[in-house]
């Protein structure tokens, strides 16, 4: 049967594999020997069940948002993932990594983060699990992102700015591979994406995959049937929607729809769409689309969410594009505000921006009455409180 899940070679299709210095092979090789045995061992099944149940706060709702879903036509479920401990899906993929970090006898986490979202939740995973956690963030980022960068503090760890570059997130990412190159035998990379070499991909796709398990008993019980007519997520780098999509990957009854950053619009030099603009190359150790000039130099990333600038997609996400078994659509900053103030206002629903490009979909697609459409809303908008606020007249209805 045709899948599109990950091969045994670590490709989707022709994206994916692992592009790695000689120095991480071992590294990295080690990493996939074991991970799907550690991910399924039951003890370790146990101790992370018990976490993403009593610390993280799952199973997160389904939400039948019934104003939201007069507006377009449908039945909108919201998968709330806005209600999880800190605030979005990344803890899911954080605790997961940090547990089986430790059971490789690991002492010392490293993480790259952008917006520092997922700084945050490997510093909160590694302060429950007592381990030594150092977030590589860029100067630009740390600048703009204090909030997070105190929190990261507070929580214990340490937040290396990087000075390399344009001092954001691929930055940030290259110095901590840097680090890993010298510390290989005790320290473990925190991805915080379906991205990087393989395994990591597959691994961050099958530890939020608790979003579309957990979709699957919700819909159910509400609708007497266990999967939606659509799925809607917004991709960075792509983890939420790999997990929202996972179980349904190979159920053509399902229809996707990814939602990236369109920035201020596709052809404005503005954007993150990286599946519209993107060329095959490598980045980060895999092959995937990357945003690229004519010579093969990486172009910096915009969007207005900061969780949603990479210049890379995940190779799960390039491969749905390429075998059209996903619909990509490129979300506006503005749109995606839109989308922001109205869910908002119809359901008392702060969204993250990088949710609010999900919800950005939904004017641009048509549903039928009885139609069953189940959006993730990553994360929750306190973070974004300012961009939303320097907006708000322009946005708010009258
Ligand atoms: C980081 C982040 C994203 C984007 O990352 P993915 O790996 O594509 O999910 C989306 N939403 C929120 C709230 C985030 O923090």
């Known amino acids: 049967m045709e899948t599109y899940q990950v091969n045994e070679n670590g490709y989707y299709g022709e994206f994916g594999g692992a592009y790695i210095p000689e120095i991480l092979y071992r590294c990295v090789e080690n ?41 377009y036509g449908c039945k909108i479920y919201l998968k709330r993932e806005d209600l999880n401990h800190t605030g979005a899906h990344k803890i899911n993929n954080a605790l997961g990594q940090v547990l089986l970090a430790r059971r490789m006898g690991k002492q010392r986490i490293i993480a790259e983060t952008g917006a520092g979202q997922h700084g945050v939740a490997t510093a909160t995973a590694c ?31 340490r937040v290396v700015p990087v000075t390399s570059g344009n001092m954001t997130l691929k930055d940030a990412t290259n110095e901590a591979i840097r680090d890993w190159c010298c510390h290989p035998s005790d320290t473990y990379y925190v991805i915080g994406s379906t991205v990087g070499p393989h395994p990591y991909p597959d691994m961050v796709a099958r530890l939020q995959s608790v979003i579309s398990q957990e979709i699957k008993e919700q819909l159910q019980e509400h609708e007497g049937r266990d999967y939606p007519d659509y799925l809607i997520a917004c991709v960075g780098g792509g983890s939420n929607a790999a997990g929202t999509i996972y179980h349904y990957l190979d159920d053509q009854r399902v229809q996707i729809v990814l939602a990236e950053a369109g920035g201020l619009g596709i052809t404005s030099g503005k954007s993150a ?61 503005d749109e995606a505000l839109q989308a922001a103030f109205l869910l908002t206002r119809l359901e008392g629903i702060i969204p993250a921006l990088e949710s609010a490009h999900a919800l950005g979909a939904l004017p641009k697609l048509r549903f039928k009455p009885e139609e069953v459409v189940v959006l993730t809303v990553s994360g929750r908008g306190d973070k974004d409180m300012d961009t939303y606020l320097k907006v708000i007249k322009e946005y708010q209805p009258q």
């Open 127 to 157: 302060a429950l699990m007592n381990m030594e956690c150092v977030v590589y963030m860029g100067k630009t980022d740390v600048e703009r992102q204090r909030a997070n960068v105190e929190k990261m503090q507070m929580l214990g760890a």
């Open 31 to 71: 990493l996939r020997e074991n991970y799907r045995a550690i991910l399924e061992d039951e003890d370790f099944q146990a101790e992370y069940q018990r976490l993403l149940r009593d610390y993280v706060g799952r199973p997160s709702p389904l939400y039948l948002a019934r104003r939201l879903s007069a507006q």
């Open 273 to 333: 769409a990286t599946i519209h603009l993107g060329k095959k190359g490598i980045i980060h150790g895999a092959r995937t689309l990357v945003m690229q000039n004519e010579d093969g130099q990486i172009e910096e990333p915009y969007s207005i969410s900061a969780g949603l600038d990479y210049p890379g997609i995940g190779p799960l996400h390039a491969n749905l594009a390429a075998q059209h078994r996903a619909q990509i659509l490129a979300i506006n900053d």
